[in-house]
């Protein structure tokens, strides 16, 4: 099985950067992914991580150490656009690439 | 190119009624799934399906019937529908596992409210 957490709540202001932190504990892994959900919105896919390391794509930048069980995304220049929920989702090692969520992390950027 | 679709986008059941949701994707998508999400509770996988024909439980199966006769459609049934059901509920597809991330592509979800 897979544990997940992360913050439930983040505040922070337009121009600034915020780091969102994910642990999980899992029986397997097989890669880590960052969704987006505005309210009343499906989720979008920001990022992929399954080695160790940083990704950057634009403003976001998702980090994994999977030795520590732990990732986090970086937001850069927020907007208030990026006001949303932030998901993070990790797939087991089995045959079929199921992805168990956390609860999601509400990022509420105030101007 | 449509992506994944849902219908119905929004419905309003009596306790015991029975309802189907459609999910269709439009992207050859081998994999799909039907997710609930519930205040407080994230997004939780309620059955997937790895090719036509095909169906496998997730975490919370119960109460939930599913079909992929197609490879492009995969649906969601509740027999007897029940308060606990009030959810929104999201299909996702996805490629075969192998290469990059095989990402889940969305459908815009379905706000099912039971009485």
């Known amino acids: 099985g897979q544990n997940i957490d992360q913050p439930t709540e983040m505040t922070a202001t337009e121009g600034a950067i915020v780091q969102i932190n994910c642990t999980y504990q899992?029986?397997?892994?097989?890669?880590l992914f960052w969704y987006q959900q505005h309210a009343g919105e499906a989720p979008t896919f920001l990022s992929y991580?399954?080695?160790?390391g940083l990704e950057e794509k634009g403003r976001f930048s998702s980090f994994l150490s999977r030795s520590k069980g732990y990732s986090y995304l970086l937001l850069k220049e927020l907007q208030m656009k990026d006001s949303a929920s932030y998901l993070c989702?990790?797939?087991?090692?089995?045959?079929?690439?199921?992805?168990?969520f956390g609860k999601g992390t509400m990022l509420l950027v105030s101007p | 190119n449509a992506g994944v679709t849902q219908t119905p986008k929004f419905r309003v059941l009596k306790t015991g009624q029975s309802m189907t949701l459609l999910c269709a994707q439009d992207m050859n998508h081998e994999y799909m799934y039907w997710y609930r999400q519930d205040p407080g509770m994230g997004l939780r996988l309620i059955h997937y399906s790895v090719g036509e024909g095909t169906t496998a439980k997730g975490e919370v199966p119960d109460g939930y019937n599913v079909s992929r006769l197609k490879k492009q459609n995969f649906l969601l049934g509740l027999e007897s529908a029940a308060p606990s059901q009030t959810s929104v509920y999201f299909c996702a597809s996805s490629y075969l596992v192998g290469g990059a991330g095989n990402e889940q592509f969305f459908g815009p979800g379905t706000r099912l409210t039971v009485l």
């Open positions: 991580n399954v080695l160790d």
């Open positions: 989702a990790v797939r087991d090692q089995g045959g079929y690439s199921t992805l168990t």
């Open positions: 899992t029986s397997g892994f097989n890669g």
